[in-house]
């Protein structure tokens, strides 16, 4: 029995009398359920985004297993659905144009059944934030718990990070320093185990950043997919969501602007992908937290970058679980967050990481001695332009390209700039800008990551491996680069990228936090007058409805009619 006093929302299904009740109950009970689970206990739905179309979830129906028992064990009814996969490898234009999707289709299946409490399973890079999104809107007591990285990949007695290894080995096969075998050989090596990617990429990002946010357990982050460890972490998040469900803790007293700040923090500690910044914004606009694109620069002007992981640095999501994982992070940057914070463990941060110790400090770093020393994560640009902001991440970035001033060279499509990059004779200096557009939310459609786009062949001939590339595409946690992206407004709504010629001077100035076209306004004028906006991409279905509703990367890319909630009050009857 419940031990609440508060009705639950599934008691008006499985609690109901007379025709709807004999149609609630009878139709589960099809599925063997002891007489008396419809006894007013509360209903967990575990949410898992498995697929084996993305093997980064390919397990979670197995971790959902473990969630269950914690769930029965605490007197809960535990019951597994399916929520849209989002894969990454596979997907085609992209993962980020269905995360809304996910978002959406998450937020009504909550709503609509039965549920008191929700436990997320996800783990590939837009299942985090997707779930939470479309939780956040429905606002049930929620608790999630990501699906833990791959182990390490293996080539040859290295080390080799999922993603990051794919964007170098296929460089230096362009270079002629590796051949189509040693890739193959490596291709091989890179994928061990079940879990998402291991390297410090949006999945791990997501992870981490959720686990910062309070809303997965302590520890749960970067314990591997199949380590033990992480089945035992799911177990408890069973018996905890009943837990949560009969305190009413609900995820927005979980997701506070203190919990937003403190994932921002986190994410600058640990060398988190750029992409964060737009899930955060997004999962944010859900709950109605003021949340700006200049929180990202100015709450991590002061943190510095502790964990030495790739795409940035040396190790893998396994080293970092091993050497004490987020709790020993965020107990080194503790005097920068707020500890007294209230997790879904039910306890606060200060509670959640004491007695976190590091095992490693290769792999974890002190402030005394970081990894990489404070502003070294993701800052905000602005200027001409892009006047709603732009990111870049310096840690992926190149020193000597943070102050530069170089001539544009533009390309409207990916697909023209890639055949141009192989091009020997292409009119390309180590000082030229790269710009391509028509990349965003509603340009591509669907915001993809092709923002670090290859290096010119000419320039790599020559041994020159990074370059300013600007674009209003994201980028793959797992990229490196001096690569600015989520520039806003994009180019397909007419924001100044979509003015830019070739030739025209930009230029990008990191430390006043500066990106500029040094074209004059009246030339400029001249140009937006004749600036004709792209037509359509799509005319029906989803594309159609995600083009025409996508806001810009500054709002976090959801669409405009999806922003706020709607609460989790029990719909009309069915039947
Ligand atoms: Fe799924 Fe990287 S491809 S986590
Ligand atoms: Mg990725």
Not at 35 to 59: K, M, Q, Y
Not at 210 to 224: C, D, I, K, M, S
Not at 403 to 422: K, S
Not at 492 to 512: F, N
Request: proline fraction near 6%.
């Amino acid at each position: 029995m419940s031990t609440t006093d508060r009705p639950l929302r599934s008691g008006q299904w499985f609690g109901a009398e007379g025709r709807n009740g004999f149609i609630h109950r009878s139709w589960m009970r099809n599925q063997g359920f002891a007489d008396d689970v419809f006894d007013g206990r509360p209903v967990i739905g575990i949410a898992t985004t498995w697929s084996e179309l993305t093997p980064c979830n390919a397990h979670l129906r197995d971790l959902a297993e473990s969630v269950k028992r914690g769930v029965w064990e605490s007197g809960g009814l535990p019951l597994e659905f399916p929520a849209m996969s989002l894969g990454e490898p596979l997907m085609r234009p992209t993962t980020m144009l269905y995360r809304n999707l996910l978002a959406m289709e998450l937020e009504e299946l909550v709503r609509a059944n039965p549920l008191d409490g929700v436990v997320l399973l996800s783990g590939c890079d837009k299942t985090t934030p997707g779930l939470l999104m479309g939780a956040a809107s429905v606002d049930l007591p929620t608790l999630m718990m990501t699906g833990g990285p791959m182990l390490n990949g293996k080539f040859r007695g290295q080390d080799i990070g999922s993603g990051t290894v794919v964007w170098r080995f296929t460089e230096e096969m362009r270079a002629g320093r590796m051949t189509a075998a040693d890739c193959a050989e490596a291709e091989v090596g890179m994928s061990r185990s079940r879990g998402h990617c291991m390297t410090m990429g949006t999945a791990s990002t997501m992870a981490c950043v959720t686990e910062a946010l309070g809303v997965q357990l302590p520890g749960a982050a970067a314990v591997p997919a199949v380590d033990s460890r992480r089945y035992a972490l799911a177990h408890a998040a069973g018996r905890r969501i009943v837990d949560m469900v009969e305190q009413d803790q609900r995820l927005s007293s979980v997701l506070t602007r203190q919990a937003f700040e403190n994932a921002i923090r986190v994410n600058a500690a640990i060398g988190g992908s750029t992409n964060a910044v737009v899930h955060l914004l997004a999962i944010a606009g859900r709950l109605g937290v003021p949340l700006s694109l200049e929180d990202f620069d100015t709450l991590t002007a002061d943190v510095p970058m502790l964990v030495n992981l790739m795409p940035s640095g040396a190790y893998l999501m396994e080293d970092f679980a091993y050497a004490g994982g987020l709790p020993a992070v965020m107990t080194e940057i503790a005097p920068l967050l707020h500890l007294d914070h209230v997790t879904v463990s039910g306890k606060t941060v200060a509670d959640n990481i004491s007695g976190a110790q590091c095992w490693n400090r290769d792999v974890i770093g002190t402030m005394a001695e970081p990894f990489q020393a404070a502003g070294s994560g993701t800052v905000v640009l602005r200027g001409s332009l892009a006047p709603s902001g732009a990111v870049l991440k310096v840690s992926a970035a190149s020193a000597h390209l943070l102050t530069h001033t170089g001539p544009a060279l533009v390309f409207d499509r990916i697909e023209d700039y890639v055949v141009a990059a192989d091009d020997p004779d292409l009119d390309v200096t180590p000082e030229t800008v790269i710009v391509v557009r028509n990349a965003g939310p509603r340009g591509y459609p669907g915001f993809p990551e092709v923002g670090n786009v290859p290096m010119p062949r000419r320039l790599l001939a020559d041994g020159i491996t990074d370059m300013v590339r600007i674009s209003d595409a994201r980028m793959s946690g797992t990229g490196y680069g001096t690569c600015i992206l989520h520039v806003a407004p994009e180019a397909s709504v007419g924001g100044p990228l979509a003015l830019v010629r070739t030739g025209d001077l930009v230029r990008i100035d990191v430390p006043t936090r500066r990106l500029d076209l040094l074209v004059d306004d009246d030339e400029l004028a001249q140009r937006r007058s004749g600036w004709q906006p792209p037509r359509p991409t799509a005319d029906r279905g989803w594309t159609r409805l995600y083009s025409e509703h996508v806001l810009q990367a500054d709002r976090g890319a959801d669409l405009d009619f999806l922003v706020g909630g709607s609460g989790s009050a029990v719909p009309r009857h069915s039947h």
